[in-house]
C-alpha cells in the first residue's frame, strides 16, 4: 500500500513540475513574440520617421522649382499643399484597406507565425 501511495505522490510531483515547466515555457513564448513585434514597431518608426524627413525634404524643394517655374514661389508651396491635402483625404477614406487591415495581418502573421519560420 505504500508502495502505491509513493508511485501517487512521485505522479503528482511529476505532474506539478510538468505544469509549472509548461507555465514557464509559455511566459518565454510570449515575451520573445512580445519583444519581436516590438522591435518591428521601433525599426518601422525608425524607417518611417527617416522617410517622412525625405518627403518633406522633397516637398520643399519641388514647391520651391514648381514656383520658380510659375513666377511665384508661393503657389508652388500651394500646389504641394493641395496635393498633400487630397492625398490626406484619399488614405481617409481607404484607411481601412490600406492600414487597418495590413497592419493586422502582419500583428496576427507576427504573433501566429511557427518557431521553425523565425530564424
Do not use: C
Amino acid at each position: 500500500m505504500e508502495k502505491a501511495f509513493t508511485k501517487v505522490e512521485e505522479l503528482a510531483g511529476t505532474i506539478k513540475e510538468y505544469i509549472t515547466t509548461r507555465i514557464e515555457s509559455a511566459k518565454l513564448h510570449t515575451a520573445e513574440k512580445s519583444a519581436v513585434i516590438i522591435a518591428n514597431i521601433i525599426a518601422g518608426a525608425i524607417v518611417s520617421l527617416v522617410f517622412l524627413l525625405f518627403i518633406i525634404l522633397a516637398s520643399i524643394a519641388l514647391a520651391l522649382v514648381l514656383g520658380s517655374w510659375i513666377g511665384k514661389l508661393w503657389t508652388g508651396f500651394l500646389i504641394m499643399a493641395v496635393f498633400y491635402l487630397l492625398a490626406a483625404i484619399i488614405v481617409w477614406k481607404t484607411r481601412v484597406t490600406l492600414i487597418r487591415l495590413p497592419v493586422l495581418n502582419a500583428l496576427i502573421k507576427q504573433l501566429f507565425m511557427a518557431d521553425d519560420e523565425e530564424d
